[in-house]
């Protein structure tokens, strides 16, 4: 367990019990988009391993996602008495994701796309049959214009998951 997961974990235990009167386990998950998850009937509070990492340095927002997952406690969806709650302990809205310092945690699969004429390389979570073009290259070179010459080519699907897993 990382030290900004150890924090979440305590965060939440302490939020939980001090607002809620509720004793919460927590989990830790692989996911990229999905940041955070309660489940109320096992009291089961799970977080992005992805999302605490790229966030780890901004305790503020591992709040915000823990006081958000905790607010669950009392209501399932994002309703406006959901919304009330979440501000009266000082959050901006009803979702991390608005907030203007977070950090969204890149994904782990992607395509790799590359520009061959001045290298920069762009990840993209779905596979592209044909990705745009660099749109340096064509700023530089041709006047902002498309130029076939410097669409993008996918380099190879990447798992990063799977080349932890192997070592
Ligand atoms: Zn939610
Ligand atoms: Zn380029």
Redesign the pocket.
Known sequence: MTEAEDYIEKFTKEFAKKEFDVDVNIEFMNTVSLWGQNNKAKSLIRYSKSFIEANKDNKEVLDDLAIHECCHIKYRNHGRDFKKLCQSFGLVSNHTAYRKDVKVPEPKKYYLYR?D????EEKSMKYVNKKGA?S??CNKYNNGEYDEK?RFKLVRYVDENEKENNM
């Open positions: 520009c004429s001045c290298g920069v660099c340096e290259c410097y």
